[in-house]
């Protein structure tokens, strides 16, 4: 089974910045995403990244945010948000995706992480 444990949530001040990671491990992961869902509102994409580095951005962070990853750590995959020029329409839960294939088995599934709150407030 594949687990995602994200860290790097926390309370900014408009303008500031945060860095969101995620670290998967079980599986072998082929796109990972940040998914964010603020109160009252669908979850939507923030931005993903394939496993040969091409990624995506919501229109609404494009310039601000940088997804990254990192497949070096041998069974565990990283991948990072950072997060700059932070706005208080920012605020909302960020979830963790990835879509992988668990260790020994022959078919890919989407997993989720916990969720790791930001608020972006004065």
């Known amino acids: 089974q594949v687990q995602l444990v994200e860290s790097g949530g926390g309370l900014v001040q408009p303008g500031g910045s945060l860095r969101l990671s995620c670290a998967a491990s079980g599986g072998i992961p082929s796109v990972m995403a940040w998914y964010r869902q603020a109160p009252g509102k669908q979850r939507e994409l923030v931005a993903q990244?394939?496993?040969?580095?091409?990624?995506?951005?919501?229109d609404s962070v494009k310039g601000r945010f940088t997804i990254s990853r990192d497949n070096t750590k041998n069974t565990v995959y990283l991948v990072d948000l950072q997060m700059n020029s932070l706005k208080p329409e920012d605020t909302a839960v960020y979830y963790c995706?990835?879509?992988?294939?668990?260790?020994?088995?022959?078919?890919?599934?989407?997993?989720w992480g916990q969720g790791t709150q930001v608020t972006v407030s004065s």
């Open positions: 995706y990835c879509y992988a294939r668990p260790l020994g088995a022959g078919v890919w599934y989407r997993y």
């Open positions: 990244i394939t496993s040969g580095d091409s990624t995506n951005y919501a």
